[in-house]
């Protein structure tokens, strides 16, 4: 096999397409499902109010972002099985990542945001940022499918009452709001409030996969993938371990069924092997290679400078005169921009439970200094993540630059039964987590390993923890510009 790819994301799905549009034969390995056959209630994926089996990774209880409402927890006993999203614990933090055919694009918000060219320094510095901004964050956009609501239909369908509402208290505070892209069909989401097409994002769906309206790679980079005719896709199989033999590596994997046992054990050989197992993934299965001396000459940077994105979550609860609509739109297409001032952009996000709350609630990106390794435990034959909670007070602080002054401003208060009893901060999960492999340090500047020629980190893990705003784009345009560079100088 000329080329394997672990992971099938946004940096795996350009490898692949990229690789096979060069005429190289490709195998994709992926831990998830294919997630193309619907279920027992026709949809392929669940909705986010009702979480059955398809809606979490090998658990046998859902563990929601929001675990609590009106004082109530809400989660709730499911079948274990290969569900999409992964609520991977660590100690100190909560890590949620996508599984199947897609990576994180199957359960991510959509947030299509490409960081203003100021911020792209603290971001990527060995990065020329006129090739991004000119070339691969252009290529990235196109190919993702990026675009913007109408801003007309915005500012009357019910359906982004709770955005407008959080649009206007932002403003009487002084801050700057954004309109954001993002990778749903906006003509669609219309069509759906119109109510002559199946609801998707105005039927509660995000957090577990989307079945219509999204973009998700299943409708952007894999149906081309696909037509190369040079890709092979095997999902259910997880890497295990990857050694170097004559003619390039042997990669070991497990094949899994749907309760998540080891059914067969199978090895391939491959002349040029690309991590993109995503942040966790290849960063755990990096430090595991080196320390299990599979790659023993890999550098003591695999494992480092992993972070959070700075993600915290909170709510406010608004005046009765501030209702924000029992109707509510999954997909959020507002940003409060406060990073300059305060360290923080902010997503006006969806409380879609079908009532109305009076609340806003959001999610923060932040800027922070915490950087978090991932090292090996030979005892118990496991990576782990060096975390402390406590490293989130600096994102708190951020955050509260922007909601510290709303609240003085609107008279109102922070919501305190959202995360738990009397807890304001999300502050034990990330959606965002970024490094473990770090460009231009765990690799060279185009994501070539040290050590090993023909081994390759192009997914988020090659990103220092932060990208300013939702990653996906940077992590699909740095992986264009690496994959380009790959071709012409290694193929």
């Known amino acids: 096999m000329p080329a394997l790819v672990i992971g099938t994301g946004y940096g795996g799905c350009v490898a692949a397409l990229r690789l096979a549009q060069a005429g190289v034969d490709v195998h994709m390995i992926e831990m998830g499902m294919a997630w193309d056959t619907p279920g027992a209630d026709g949809?392929?994926?669940?909705?986010?109010?009702?979480?059955?089996?398809?809606?979490?990774?090998?658990?046998?209880?859902?563990?929601?972002?929001?675990?609590?409402?009106?004082?109530?927890?809400?989660?709730?006993?499911?079948?274990?099985?290969?569900?999409?999203?992964?609520?991977?614990?660590?100690?100190?933090?909560?890590?949620?990542?996508?599984?199947?055919?897609?990576?994180?694009?199957?359960?991510?918000?959509?947030?299509?945001?490409?960081?203003?060219?100021?911020?792209?320094?603290?971001?990527?510095?060995?990065?020329?940022?006129?090739?991004?901004?000119?070339?691969?964050?252009?290529?990235?956009?196109?190919?993702?499918?990026?675009?913007?609501?109408?801003?007309?239909?915005?500012?009357?369908?019910?359906?982004?009452?709770?955005?407008?509402?959080?649009?206007?208290?932002?403003?009487?505070?002084?801050?700057?709001?954004?309109?954001?892209?993002?990778?749903?069909?906006?003509?669609?989401?219309?069509?759906?409030?119109?109510?002559?097409?199946?609801?998707?994002?105005?039927?509660?769906?995000?957090?577990?996969?989307?079945?219509?309206?999204?973009?998700?790679?299943?409708?952007?980079?894999?149906?081309?993938?696909?037509?190369?005719?040079?890709?092979?896709?095997s999902p259910l199989h997880r890497v295990t371990t990857v050694?170097?033999?004559?003619?390039?590596?042997?990669?070991?994997?497990?094949?899994?069924?749907?309760?998540?046992?080891?059914?067969?054990?199978?090895?391939?050989?491959?002349?040029?092997?690309f991590f993109a197992a995503g942040s966790v993934g290849t960063s755990k299965l990096l430090v595991k290679l080196k320390s299990t001396g599979a790659l023993p000459n890999l550098n003591g940077e695999v494992g480092k400078g992993w972070g959070d994105n700075g993600?915290?979550?909170?709510?406010?609860?608004?005046?009765?005169?501030?209702?924000?609509?029992?109707?509510?739109?999954?997909?959020?297409?507002?940003?409060?921009?406060?990073?300059?001032?305060?360290?923080?952009?902010?997503?006006?996000?969806?409380?879609?439970?079908?009532?109305?709350?009076?609340?806003?609630f959001y999610l923060s990106i932040t800027k922070t200094p915490n950087r978090g390794e991932f090292s090996w435990n030979a005892a118990t034959g496991k990576a782990e993540l060096n975390w402390q909670t406590a490293w989130k007070q600096t994102s708190i602080d951020a955050a509260k630059s922007i909601f510290d002054k709303i609240n003085a401003k609107e008279g109102t208060i922070y919501r305190t039964d959202l995360f738990g009893v009397y807890k304001v901060w999300g502050d034990q999960l990330t959606y965002h987590p970024l490094g473990g492999a770090i460009l231009n340090r765990a690799t060279d500047n185009y994501g070539r390993l040290h050590g090993y020629p023909g081994l390759y980190v192009i997914d988020g893990s090659l990103i220092p923890g932060s990208t300013a705003v939702n990653p996906f784009v940077t992590i699909t345009a740095l992986a264009e510009r690496n994959i380009e560079n790959i071709i012409a100088t290694d193929l």
């Open 311 to 360: 993600n915290v979550m909170c709510g406010r609860a608004n005046h009765m005169w501030d209702p924000t609509g029992p109707s509510q739109s999954t997909i959020p297409t507002l940003g409060i921009d406060n990073w300059v001032n305060g360290g923080a952009f902010a997503e006006v996000a969806p409380l879609p439970t079908g009532i109305e709350t009076y609340a806003s």
């Open 43 to 233: 949809k392929i994926f669940a909705t986010t109010t009702s979480p059955d089996q398809r809606s979490y990774w090998l658990r046998t209880k859902t563990k929601q972002p929001l675990s609590n409402f009106l004082g109530f927890p809400i989660d709730r006993t499911i079948p274990r099985y290969t569900g999409v999203l992964d609520a991977e614990e660590f100690a100190g933090i909560t890590v949620y990542q996508g599984r199947g055919v897609g990576g994180g694009s199957l359960v991510n918000g959509g947030m299509a945001v490409t960081p203003r060219r100021e911020y792209f320094g603290g971001i990527l510095p060995t990065v020329n940022p006129d090739e991004m901004y000119d070339v691969y964050y252009p290529r990235a956009n196109t190919e993702l499918g990026a675009n913007l609501i109408d801003p007309e239909w915005f500012e009357t369908t019910d359906w982004y009452q709770f955005a407008r509402v959080g649009r206007k208290q932002a403003q009487r505070s002084g801050f700057p709001f954004v309109f954001v892209p993002t990778v749903y069909d906006w003509d669609y989401m219309e069509q759906e409030a119109a109510g002559t097409v199946p609801k998707s994002a105005l039927a509660g769906e995000i957090l577990y996969g989307n079945n219509y309206g999204k973009k998700s790679l299943q409708k952007t980079y894999l149906p081309k993938i696909r037509a190369t005719g040079r890709v092979t896709i």
């Open 243 to 273: 050694e170097p033999t004559s003619g390039g590596y042997t990669v070991t994997m497990e094949q899994l069924n749907t309760t998540g046992d080891t059914v067969a054990t199978k090895q391939v050989t491959a002349a040029r092997v």
